[in-house]
C-alpha cells in the first residue's frame, strides 16, 4: 500500500521558492537568512533557513519533527531590478495585501521576466565601466580609450561563453588572457601606453571585489561557512586572472619594444567628476537595477565618494575608505527607507566603484613577476582596505539601521 501524502503547506511552497529566487539573483548570506527567518515568523512559520553560496538548506517545524528541504543552486548572478521585485512580493504576503499563492504566482512570473535592458547596451557598459575605471586608476586618454575597447570585448565574450555551461567556467581566464594580449598589442602602436592600467580597467567588472566584500561581511557577521566558502571563490577569481594575463603577457616575446610600465598623460581634473557621473550608471545596467533607481544610485554613490576623500584626508588612502564605505551604507539605507526598497540596489554599484579588488589584481600580478614581499604588502593592503570597508558598512546600520533585511 502506497503511502499517504499529505497536502503540503502553501507558505512553505512560498518560501522555498522566494528564498532560492533571492539567492539566485545575488542576496548576501547574512541578509538573506536574517529576512527569510523574519519572514517565516510573519507569516506563522516555525523553521530556520540555512544558506551557503551554491545552495540552501530549509527546516520546518519543531526541532523534534523538522522537515528539511535542500536545493542546489547555481552561482548567483546579481539581478537588482528582480531582487527589488521579489522583495515586494515578500512584503506583500507579509502585509497580507496578497496570499501565498497569488505571491508564489509572482515569483514565477518575475523569474520569467526578460532583462530590463538589451543585451547590447548591457555590453556597451562593460566598456563604458571599463573607460571610466581607468580614469580612476589615474590612467590617460589611451588608456581610457582602449580600456573601453577592451572592456566592449571582455562584454562581448562574457555574453557568447555564457550561453555554455562549459564554458561559462572559463570566462575569466580566458577574458583576461584576451585583455592582457589586446593590451599588449595596443601598446605596440602607442608608444606612450600603461599596459598594466589598462588590463586592470578593461578587467574591472570581472575583478571579484563585491564578492570579497561580502565573504568578509559574512565571516564579520559569524556565517563562517557562506563567508569562508566566498573567500575561496575570491582567492581562485584572483588566481584564474592572473593565470590568463600571464598567459595573454608572454605576447611580449613576440611583439618587442612593448613599453608596459609607461606613464599616462594626465588628464583635467573635470573628466574624473565625469566618470564619476558616468559610471553608477555603467554598474547600475550590468547589474540589471531598473531605470527608476538609477538617480538614486548616483547620488549614493557620490556621497560615498565624497565620505572617501572626507576619510582619505584624514586617515590616509587605505583607511579612508571606512568613511566611504560608512556614508554608502547610510545612503543605501536612507534610500531603502524612502522607497520602500531593498537597499542592496544601491550598495552594489557603490561598492563596485571602490573597487577593492584591483589591489588583489597588484598582489597577484607582483607575485607571479617573483616579486613575493611586494605581492605580499599588496595582499596585505587589500585586507586592510577590505576590512575598512565592511566596517564602515556594518557601522552604518549602527548609526542608521536598514528598515529592510535585504
Known amino acids: 500500500m502506497p503511502p499517504v501524502r499529505t497536502p503540503s503547506d502553501p507558505r512553505v511552497a512560498f518560501v522555498l521558492k522566494l528564498s532560492a529566487a533571492l539567492h539566485s539573483y545575488g542576496v548576501a548570506t547574512n541578509r538573506l537568512e536574517g529576512a527569510m527567518n523574519s519572514i517565516l515568523e510573519k507569516i506563522g512559520l ?18 523534534e519533527e523538522h522537515r528539511t528541504s535542500l536545493l542546489r543552486m547555481d552561482a548567483p548572478q546579481i539581478d537588482l531590478g528582480k531582487m527589488a521585485e521579489l522583495d515586494s512580493v515578500a512584503s506583500g504576503v507579509v502585509s497580507g495585501d496578497i496570499s501565498v499563492n497569488e505571491g508564489s504566482a509572482r515569483i514565477d512570473h518575475i523569474l520569467a521576466m526578460p532583462p530590463v535592458y538589451h543585451r547590447a547596451l548591457t555590453t556597451f557598459c562593460y566598456g563604458l565601466g571599463s573607460g571610466c575605471a581607468a580614469r580612476f586608476f589615474n590612467g590617460g586618454i589611451y ?13 562581448f565574450l562574457a555574453f557568447r561563453l555564457g550561453r555554455n555551461e562549459d564554458a561559462a567556467h572559463v570566462i575569466v581566464p580566458v577574458a583576461a588572457c584576451l585583455a592582457a594580449a589586446l593590451s599588449l598589442c595596443a601598446s605596440r602602436l602607442v608608444e606612450d601606453l600603461n599596459v598594466y592600467t589598462t588590463t586592470l580597467a ?24 557562506s563567508g569562508t566558502a566566498r573567500l575561496m571563490q575570491v582567492t581562485l577569481i584572483f588566481l584564474e586572472i592572473g593565470f590568463g594575463v600571464a598567459l595573454g603577457g608572454q605576447l611580449d616575446r613576440i611583439i618587442p619594444h612593448i613599453h608596459t610600465h609607461a606613464l599616462a598623460h594626465p588628464l583635467p581634473g573635470w573628466t574624473l567628476t565625469l566618470a564619476l557621473l558616468i559610471a553608477p ?27 572617501g576623500l572626507l576619510g582619505a584626508h584624514l586617515l590616509g588612502p587605505q583607511l579612508g575608505v571606512f568613511f566611504g564605505s560608512l556614508f554608502l551604507g547610510i545612503g543605501s539605507n536612507v534610500y531603502s527607507r524612502r522607497t520602500n526598497r531593498p537597499g542592496t540596489v544601491t550598495l552594489v ?41 565592511v566596517t564602515g558598512l556594518l557601522m552604518a546600520n549602527v548609526i542608521f539601521p536598514a528598515q529592510k533585511k535585504i
Not at 143 to 154: F, N, P, S, Y
Not at 206 to 224: C, V
Not at 289 to 305: C, K, N, Q
Open 143 to 155: 588608456e581610457c580609450v582602449l580600456a573601453a575597447l577592451i572592456g566592449l570585448v571582455v562584454g
Open 46 to 63: 516555525e523553521g530556520q533557513f540555512f544558506m551557503m553560496p551554491t545552495g540552501l538548506f530549509a527546516s520546518f517545524g519543531s526541532p
Open 281 to 307: 550608471f555603467a554598474f547600475a545596467v550590468q547589474f540589471r537595477a531598473e531605470p527608476r533607481d538609477l538617480g538614486w544610485i548616483l547620488a549614493v554613490t557620490m556621497i560615498s565618494y565624497c565620505g
Open 202 to 225: 578593461s578587467l574591472v567588472v570581472l575583478l571579484p571585489g563585491f564578492t570579497l566584500t561580502t565573504a568578509l561581511i559574512e565571516l564579520a557577521t559569524r556565517h563562517l561557512v
Open 349 to 389: 554599484p557603490g561598492i563596485m566603484q571602490m573597487v577593492p579588488g584591483s589591489i588583489g589584481f597588484g598582489s597577484v600580478s607582483m607575485m607571479l613577476q617573483k616579486e613575493f614581499v611586494s605581492g605580499m604588502e599588496a595582499g596585505f593592503e587589500m585586507v586592510i582596505v577590505g576590512i575598512a570597508l
